[in-house]
């Protein structure tokens, strides 16, 4: 099992890489999700995350910040978009990274699902069958924690997409505040 942390946006560094985003939002296509794509003969699931989950999410999240007296996080569905089409994009690629196949990190997910982020942070996980584990595994990293401790962010998306083994989940949550 395997997690990374990223951050990105005006000059927050919390255990991971900055990041500027150079290309538009237009410009990026967006992974499908809701549907099993079949690249190279593979069947990798990738799931839209339901309400329900990313609300899970969020409330994992929230008790994680409240005991260290910051505010709540809000459930946003285009996080949870940005989040999931990136977990499905690893499953496709079989590889854990920050960096899309189109993208070049979070920011650039973010706004192409119609979110005006001006602060981004990202966790990523493989290898976790269910979200308490992965958030779990998050909350024991200090740069995964650093993300959820990030006092400027305000919304939450989670996402999963399952690998073409049938077996391997990878996981993308995303932090943010909106501009």
């Not at 099993?36 to 999240?61: D, H, I, K, L």
């Not at 994009?89 to 899309?100: F, P, W």
């Not at 192409?112 to 024991?140: C, H, M, S």
Request: proline share 3%; aromatic share 6%.
């Amino acid at each position: 099992m395997s997690i990374y942390n990223f951050v990105s946006g005006l000059g927050v560094l919390a255990g991971a890489m900055l990041f500027s985003s150079v290309a538009s939002a237009q410009a990026i296509r967006q992974a499908p999700i809701g549907e099993v794509m079949r690249p190279a003969n593979r069947a990798v699931v990738c799931m839209a995350t339901s309400a329900n989950e990313n609300a899970f999410g969020a409330a994992e999240t929230n008790a994680v910040r409240k005991a260290r007296g910051l505010g709540h996080l809000r459930p946003s569905k285009k996080l949870a978009d940005a989040a999931a089409r990136h977990a499905c994009d690893m499953a496709r690629r079989n590889e854990m990274t920050h960096r899309g196949s189109t993208t070049k990190g979070p920011s650039q997910r973010v706004r192409a699902a119609g979110y005006k982020t001006r602060i981004v942070a990202e966790n990523i996980g493989k290898g976790f069958p269910q979200a308490d584990g992965v958030l779990d595994a998050w909350v024991r990293s200090t740069g995964h924690l650093e993300n959820i401790l990030l006092p400027q962010v305000r919304d939450f998306g989670i996402g999963k997409a399952v690998a073409a083994d049938g077996k391997t989940v990878y996981w993308a949550a995303v932090y943010a505040a909106d501009s």
